[in-house]
């Protein structure tokens, strides 16, 4: 095949991409600003009551995951979502929105590469994608 019969992926089309990429990046990010900012505002205006109380933070810090657990009748991990409109945990959803604008941008991305037939894209796409949330997953674990 020669060069002039190969397909180019013209500066246009790179262009085009990274705009899309950033204009979606761009909404969620702010929607996840905002939505950090109203369950702030909503926990400190005492609109979403905390799960533990803001007084007995301080004697609850020095205690091991599991006592503070015990203690404070709260769970780690994705237990914590049925309770997200805690003042206290609201602010997750915030936070689990910003840090998923990336791999979903990404993803967004794949139609147009595989119109193109463009598959090496369209396995980056799809591995950065799934590399990004298996690192916020915090997978893979180890025990010591």
């Not at 926990?43 to 203690?71: C, D, K, M, N, Y």
């Not at 840090?99 to 591995?127: I, K, N, T, Y």
Request: proline share 6%.
């Amino acid at each position: 095949m020669k060069p002039d019969d190969a397909p180019l992926l013209s500066a246009f089309d790179t262009a085009d991409e990274q705009r899309a990429y950033a204009r979606l990046l761009e909404v969620w990010t702010r929607v996840g600003a905002l939505l950090l900012l109203a369950a702030f505002g909503a926990s400190i205006g005492g609109l979403l009551p905390p799960t533990v109380a803001f007084e007995r933070l301080p004697a609850l810090w020095g205690h091991t995951l599991a006592h503070f657990q015990a203690l404070s009748g709260t769970r780690a991990g994705w237990g914590g979502l049925g309770r997200a409109s805690a003042g206290d945990l609201a602010n997750l959803l915030g936070i689990a929105l910003l840090v998923s604008g990336p791999p979903l941008c990404l993803l967004a991305l794949v139609p147009a590469h595989a119109r193109r037939r463009d598959w090496m894209q369209v396995g980056l796409c799809v591995a950065l994608a799934a590399l990004m949330v298996i690192a916020a997953a915090g997978l893979p674990r180890h025990t010591a």
